[in-house]
């Protein structure tokens, strides 16, 4: 077996090693997700949010793999996000973006990382108001989270997406 098969083969899910960099991604990223979340209140700059979350993640993806023989690339795979009310997803702002959080809003964040190729991503819904969420926005909420469950639940091997 040459080389080049023998890596191919250890890219996949029997590997332990590909297990921990998929570990250690999704724990960096979820720590990232927490951090965000605590930076959202009102008045705050969409883009010193999305400036802290992808700081976080370089320091943290930076912090693992340093003492081995063999260069691991790793880092952000999908810069934070946070899309407000009608922006659908993926808003990553510019620098000179003057854009503040206000009350009521609701908060779509997307973010990712990665440790040699191996991509963790989030996404997390979040109103920004006290206490519970009612009225419309649950009523939004809930219907978004059944229609991914139902979709969740379509997803079998062998079935055609169309």
């Given at each position: 077996m040459s080389d080049d098969?023998?890596?191919?083969?250890?890219?996949?899910?029997?590997?332990?090693?590909?297990?921990?960099?998929?570990?250690?991604?999704?724990?960096?990223?979820?720590?990232a997700l927490q951090l965000v979340?605590?930076?959202?209140?009102?008045?705050?700059?969409?883009t010193d949010i999305c400036e802290k979350g992808d700081a976080f993640i370089t320091e943290?993806?930076?912090?693992?793999?340093?003492?081995?023989?063999?260069?691991?690339?790793?880092?952000i795979a999908f810069p934070t996000c946070i899309s407000v009310n009608n922006t659908i997803c993926h808003f990553s702002p510019l620098a000179s973006d003057e854009t503040v959080l206000e009350e009521?809003?609701?908060?779509?964040?997307?973010?990712?990382c990665h440790i040699d190729g191996f991509i963790?991503?989030?996404?997390?819904?979040?109103?920004?108001q006290e206490g519970p969420v009612t009225g419309r926005a649950a009523d939004v909420i809930a219907a978004a989270n059944t229609a991914a469950e139902v979709a969740l639940r379509l997803v079998r091997p062998g079935r055609k997406v169309s």
């Open positions: 098969e023998r890596e191919e083969k250890e890219l996949d899910l029997t590997s332990p090693e590909v297990v921990t960099k998929y570990k250690n991604a999704a724990e960096i990223i979820n720590k979340l605590s930076e959202c209140k009102p008045k705050a700059k969409i943290q993806t930076g912090n693992t793999y340093k003492n081995v023989k063999k260069k691991i690339e790793r880092g009521g809003d609701v908060l779509k964040i997307d973010m990712g963790a991503v989030v996404a997390h819904t979040h109103i920004l």
